[in-house]
């Protein structure tokens, strides 16, 4: 089945630091990707996506390239701010399984001043 | 209109108790879906219903019992809960085109469960 996998966290940074979260997945069909972000007590939201191989989606500063010959969407921002504190996951949807998302487990982001 | 909104925000039961969530979308998205999210972890998909009708139940207890009354409205109904069911409980939707792409799904801020 679909799987996705997130480096290890929680992330602790400096404001204006960069940032990278990596992101690998595993699917049968050829999936969408996507990153959602989550700050505290509130619902996901999307933060960008790449439908097709050599995609770049980027958002707020945010950016990540579908790689299919590494099976990767990795997270990169160049100067992160302490708003940009939240979680953050990696996902993909497939065409083929009723457009249902799998998600990774998720990196935890705290952004000291 | 890209808002999906969840009813109520925060909500306190008992394990004896009847209670519903609601959700509602005016997108025009034919699939809406019900996670379920445990704090510091990813939402794990309950139900998934395509064209208002349940198309995915990821093996949930006969405790929690979806509805969806229209294309715009979801509610997920609640009875005889236990303290372990305590959660967010996450509503999205998104466009399904058959053959289409894999979409990105628009989540609600959920409702906050506590099960006493």
């Known amino acids: 089945g679909d799987s996705v996998t997130q480096m290890e966290g929680p992330v602790t940074l400096s404001e204006e630091a960069f940032l990278t979260i990596n992101c690998t997945y595993t699917a049968t069909g050829y999936p969408s990707l996507f990153w959602y972000v989550q700050y505290p007590g509130e619902g996901l939201q999307l933060l960008l996506k790449?439908?097709?191989?050599?995609d770049k989606g980027s958002n707020k500063g945010f950016e990540a390239t579908y790689r299919k010959e590494t099976t990767s969407f990795h997270l990169e921002k160049g100067s992160v701010q302490v708003s940009d504190s939240a979680v953050y996951f990696c996902?993909?949807?497939?065409?083929?399984?009723?457009?249902?998302?799998?998600f990774g487990d998720g990196t935890t982001l705290t952004v000291k001043p | 209109d890209t808002e999906v909104t969840q009813t109520p925000k925060h909500l306190v039961m008992g394990m004896t108790n009847k209670k519903s969530l609601k959700c509602e979308q005016h997108m025009g998205h034919r699939a809406m879906y019900w996670y379920k999210q445990k704090a510091k972890k990813p939402p794990e998909l309950m139900f998934v219903y395509s064209y208002e009708k349940l198309s995915i139940n990821e093996s949930v207890p006969s405790r929690f019992s979806p509805e969806c009354p229209n294309s715009s409205l979801l509610n997920l109904h609640l009875h005889a809960l236990q303290p372990e069911d305590s959660a967010l409980y996450l509503c999205?939707?998104?466009?399904?085109?058959?053959?289409?792409?894999?979409?990105?799904?628009?989540f609600g801020q959920g409702t906050r469960l506590t099960v006493v």
């Open positions: 999205a939707s998104s466009q399904q085109k058959v053959g289409g792409v894999g979409t990105e799904a628009f």
């Open positions: 790449a439908t097709k191989a050599d």
């Open positions: 996902a993909l949807s497939d065409r083929t399984n009723a457009g249902k998302s799998t």
